[in-house]
């Protein structure tokens, strides 16, 4: 039952967070400009930049606290905490410093802002690294949370953090000041209380509240957390490698429209991130229990419904971006633009999600250092591609870049883990567990796009045929994948039942 509580509040989390972003980018781009976007598409980006100096640690106290509750050293568990939190707040403040001084050569030398005063970009890049430094610990606290399987405490905080922060963003915008600073100003407040929140439920979660600072501790998990850092720079090197490109090579402007485009994309985190937070942490147990039977059980069919909810919203993007956007935005040049880059980013996307599972999977069996080379070895290949793709193509090479080195990914990423981590995750696994799920809900998709393009129906009109073309998708999708007597048992599975 702990499974399914855990991805349902996942789920939910992510859907919310995402739809808050949604219904609040009108009201950002009325009242700052697309310029003024651009700069919180920047913030985005800088923000997973920075990520590299978490250093693996927020993914170790995961596997080490879920391993802990499985080996009764929950003590051990709760010292590493307390004592990451403390070098967590050490970081924040050089984050807040570096970003600060950085921000007057960034506003003058690397974005491009026409429209915007330099001293204006200057201090929001400034106030991105306040905002920063207030979040920073989040990730530490909520990893610590998924270890303990109290994913669901930590969707509650999330959510009510982040509509409080969208609602009051919005209100100081209207009544108060409306300048793009005073939406960082609020982000970083509302950023400061969500790790607090979130210190006390993990230390709850955890237990051992007077559980020492152990600093040599540390030594016990740095093989783990350093090969995870490797991981973390230069996974975040490949998902970032197109906007940091493309955010000193276009305008302000146009990279706020690819900014748009992934913003529409992230619709796909409501699966990956649930996912990978509710299967990591049960994957590191089953293995740290030698169940490899049920991990591959949980591995194949959580695969398909996974594959089948996946391709069902991605191609939902590749097909209706514009209607949606004509409705959402109310501007036709907009969408006009944002669609094609919106399409490719999707595909690239739904490409790397398939491989949450293969990577969680590596480092639930204490492989960080195989990952690691799975992403370099991405890296090499996405340096050249996006630079030249992106100096010819723009925002749409960008995008091309994107797609080419996740599918990539996919392929070879597959076979290497079957090869060389667990048998049953290779490239058997793709044909098994996601070719019929990416017919099952190609096929409708492509007969409502030809349906809309035939009788030329408004964008309304499209995304209802839009709808039922995916509700048609993950029919077929179920129907080929499973069995009824399997599809029970999965159903009963998630619900905690005894299979």
């Known amino acids: 039952m702990r499974l399914a509580r855990?991805?349902?509040?996942?789920?939910?989390?992510?859907?919310i967070v995402v739809l808050i972003n949604l219904v609040a980018l009108p009201f950002y781009l009325r009242l700052l400009g697309m310029e003024a976007y651009g700069l919180i598409g920047f913030y985005a980006t800088l923000q997973a930049v920075l990520q590299v100096l978490d250093l693996g640690l927020a993914p170790t106290v995961s596997r080490e606290i879920a391993h802990g509750a499985e080996t009764g050293h929950q003590r051990r568990s709760a010292s590493l905490l307390r004592t990451l939190g403390t070098v967590y707040i050490g970081v924040a403040i050089i984050i807040a410093m570096l970003v600060a001084l950085a921000a007057p050569w960034i506003a003058a030398h690397w974005l491009q802002a026409k429209s915007l005063p330099e001293a204006t970009v200057a201090q929001a890049v400034a106030?991105?690294?306040?905002?920063?430094?207030?979040?920073?610990?989040?990730?530490?606290?909520?990893?610590?949370?998924?270890?303990?399987?109290?994913?669901?405490?930590?969707?509650?905080t999330s959510v009510t953090m982040n509509i409080a922060a969208a609602i009051t963003t919005i209100a100081v915008l209207v009544?108060?000041?409306?300048?793009?600073?005073?939406?960082?100003?609020?982000?970083?407040a509302f950023g400061l209380v969500h790790a607090i929140a979130l210190?006390?439920?993990?230390?709850?979660?955890?237990?051992?509240?007077?559980?020492?600072?152990?600093?040599?501790?540390?030594?016990?998990?740095?093989?783990?957390?350093?090969?995870?850092?490797?991981?973390?720079i230069v996974g975040t090197l490949v998902?970032?490698?197109?906007?940091?490109?493309?955010?000193?090579?276009?305008?302000?402007?146009?990279?706020?429209?690819?900014?748009?485009?992934a913003l529409i994309v992230s619709g796909l985190q409501v699966l990956t991130t649930p996912a990978f937070a509710?299967?990591?942490?049960?994957?590191?147990?089953?293995?740290?229990?030698?169940?490899?039977a049920s991990l591959e059980h949980l591995y194949g069919v959580a695969g398909r419904l996974f594959a089948i909810a996946l391709f069902t919203i991605a191609f939902g993007v590749v097909f209706h971006t514009e209607p949606l956007l004509l409705v959402w935005v109310r501007n036709g040049s907009v969408a006009a633009s944002v669609a094609p880059i919106a399409a490719l980013l999707v595909i690239g996307s739904a490409c790397n999600g398939l491989m949450y599972f293969a990577h969680a999977l590596q480092l639930a069996a204490g492989r960080p250092r195989f990952a690691f080379l799975i992403a370099f070895g991405l890296l090499v290949v996405m340096v050249p591609l996006v630079i030249v793709l992106a100096n010819r193509f723009g925002a749409l090479g960008g995008a091309a870049a994107w797609l080419i080195v996740n599918a990539l990914y996919l392929a070879v990423g597959a076979w290497l883990t079957g090869r060389y981590v667990m048998r049953f995750a290779g490239l058997h696994w793709l044909t098994a567990n996601v070719a019929v799920p990416l017919l099952a809900t190609l096929m409708p998709a492509l007969l409502g796009a030809w349906i809309c393009r035939t009788l030329a129906v408004g964008p309304w009109v499209a995304l209802g045929i839009g709808g039922f073309a995916a509700l048609a998708g993950i029919g077929l999708g179920i129907v080929g994948s499973f069995k009824p007597r399997e599809f029970r048992q999965v159903i009963g599975m998630a619900l905690g039942r005894a299979i």
């Open 239 to 261: 998902s970032q490698l197109d906007k940091i490109v493309l955010s000193r090579m276009i305008g302000l402007g146009e990279f706020g429209h690819y900014v748009l485009a």
């Open 6 to 15: 855990n991805m349902a509040a996942a789920m939910a989390n992510s859907v």
């Open 127 to 156: 106030l991105m690294g306040v905002t920063l430094a207030c979040r920073w610990p989040i990730s530490l606290y909520h990893g610590a949370l998924v270890g303990a399987h109290r994913l669901a405490r930590s969707a509650a």
């Open 199 to 232: 210190r006390g439920l993990a230390q709850r979660a955890v237990g051992e509240r007077d559980a020492p600072y152990d600093f040599a501790d540390l030594r016990r998990v740095w093989r783990f957390s350093a090969w995870m850092s490797g991981v973390t």
């Open 175 to 188: 009544w108060g000041v409306r300048s793009v600073e005073a939406f960082f100003v609020v982000q970083a």
């Open 278 to 292: 509710s299967l990591y942490p049960k994957f590191s147990a089953l293995i740290a229990r030698g169940d490899e």
